[in-house]
């Protein structure tokens, strides 16, 4: 694991934060306190403990990764909207319009989409009743694939409804 660094002024901050922590808190002073010490005494092999910073990753999730994570979902939420405002939906597969989330190998994307759906409440219709976005089978290329034939059906228009034509095409691409 990576060692972190803490400027003297991050030190402080965090030693202030454990303080009031401490004091809001008394049953957990002996926990505040040896993190306070660590701070105040320098001991910088132990501050990514001290800090509770084993619990967050080392990797930032790139903008791109997210833009893409949410282009993906948006992509669905288009096909729901367009599929429920048809007036003959037959030849369309309602199961294959389930965002099915995306494979733990696929850990950014996994997480970021989660984190949307969960914890951030968005994109609430393609929340599905188990919370479990794991397909445990890679499936990001198929994803890319759809969006890319989406981009081209969609380019250059408003936000319209798709027909029926473009569903099905699009559904075939689906996982």
Same mark, same amino acid.
């Given at each position: 694991?990576?060692?972190?660094?803490?400027?003297?002024?991050?030190?402080?901050?965090?030693?202030?934060?454990?303080?009031?922590?401490?004091?809001?808190?008394?049953?957990?002073?002996?926990?505040?306190?040896?993190?306070?010490?660590?701070?105040?005494?320098?001991?910088?092999?132990?501050?990514?403990?001290?800090?509770?910073?084993?619990?967050?990753?080392?990797?930032?999730?790139?903008?791109?990764?997210?833009?893409?994570?949410?282009? /993906?979902?948006?992509? =669905?939420? &288009?096909?729901?909207?367009? +599929?429920? #405002?048809?007036?003959?939906?037959?030849?369309?597969?309602?199961?294959?319009?389930?965002?099915?989330?995306?494979?733990?190998?696929?850990?950014?994307?996994?997480?970021?989409?989660?984190?949307?759906?969960?914890?951030?409440?968005?994109?609430?219709?393609?929340?599905?009743?188990?919370?479990?976005?794991?397909?445990?089978?890679? /499936?990001?290329?198929? =994803?890319? &694939?759809?969006?890319?034939? +989406?981009? #081209?059906?969609?380019?250059?228009?408003?936000?319209?409804?798709?027909?029926?034509?473009?569903?099905?095409?699009?559904?075939?691409?689906?996982?």
């Amino acid at each position: 694991m990576n060692e972190i660094n803490l400027s003297l002024k991050e030190r402080a901050q965090f030693t202030w934060m454990f303080s009031i922590l401490k004091k809001l808190n008394p049953a957990e002073e002996k926990d505040y306190n040896w993190r306070i010490e660590v701070l105040t005494s320098g001991f910088k092999k132990e501050y990514r403990e001290a800090i509770s910073y084993e619990v967050m990753s080392d990797d930032e999730v790139s903008c791109e990764i997210c833009e893409e994570t949410r282009d /993906i979902l948006r992509m =669905y939420i &288009h096909l729901d909207s367009s +599929y429920k #405002k048809l007036d003959n939906k037959a030849g369309i597969d309602k199961e294959r319009l389930t965002f099915k989330g995306f494979d733990n190998s696929e850990g950014p994307h996994l997480h970021y989409a989660t984190f949307l759906l969960e914890r951030m409440n968005r994109f609430q219709q393609l929340q599905n009743i188990h919370h479990d976005y794991d397909t445990h089978s890679a /499936i990001i290329d198929k =994803y890319r &694939h759809m969006l890319k034939v +989406y981009r #081209k059906h969609t380019k250059g228009k408003d936000y319209n409804t798709l027909n029926k034509e473009t569903i099905i095409d699009l559904l075939k691409l689906a996982p």
